[in-house]
T-cell receptor, first 112, second 112 residues
């Protein structure tokens, strides 16, 4: 039981490049989330998926797209990376309303 | 104004001290309250979870919720150097389903 896994762990991009961050969970959770964490800003929700087949915008969705590939996997795509997207990205998942979220180890992304 | 306010610190205490960490919030719909611990370069991990008002104790950790004042606290007794981390409060309510709203996090250092 690996919990929530994320790939890659580190990535450096040039402005304008694209990439996809991968997330998978093996806890049979319905809901999955993508956050970014920046100094002085805390964790901010980018997108979430309440169940397989649905996705919704969070607090800071601009510049990102997501895909809920199946119940296990939720990917985050940057189509044209910008320096403002330099951050640590966390994926999380949970099961029911009010349930705690379980986090992955994070992806450290730098956009030059 | 942020929905959840948390003093970012940093907070530095000697080993053995009692630590008090606090968050205030403005949304009266919040009824599930959590504390996460995040070690440097790691993902957040759940420390304490409480529903509605009251106290909850787990070993050296006590979580308190005062919904009338919209104020939550985490107390750490007999603090240890291994408690050095960033502590994030998080909360959710019926209207937001399982989406969590996080505080900025308080950076704690326990000195031997």
């Amino acid at each position: 039981n690996a919990g929530v896994t994320q790939t890659p762990k580190f990535q450096v991009l040039k402005t304008g490049q694209s990439m996809t961050l991968q997330c998978a969970q093996d806890m049979n959770h319905n809901s999955m989330y993508w956050y970014r964490q920046d100094p002085g800003m805390g964790l901010r929700l980018i997108y979430y998926s309440a169940s397989e087949g649905t996705t919704d915008k969070g607090e800071v969705p601009n510049g990102y797209n997501v895909s809920r590939l199946n119940k296990r996997e939720f990917s985050l795509r940057l189509e044209s990376a910008a320096p403002s997207q330099t951050s640590v990205y966390f994926c999380a998942s949970n099961s029911v309303v009010g349930d705690t979220q379980y986090f992955g180890p994070g992806t450290r992304l730098t956009v030059l | 104004q942020k929905e959840v306010e948390q003093d970012p610190g940093p907070l530095s205490v000697p080993e053995g001290a009692i630590v008090s960490l606090n968050c205030t919030y403005s949304n009266s719909a919040f009824q599930y309250f959590m504390w996460y611990r995040q070690y440097s370069r790691k993902g957040p991990e759940l420390l304490m979870y409480t529903y509605s008002s009251g106290n909850k104790e787990d070993g050296r950790f006590t979580a308190q919720v005062d919904k009338s004042s919209k104020y939550i606290s985490l107390f750490i007794r007999d603090s240890q150097p291994s408690d050095s981390a960033t502590y994030l409060c998080a909360m959710t309510g019926e209207t937001s389903g399982s989406r969590l709203t996080f505080g900025e996090g308080t950076q704690l250092t326990v000195n031997p």
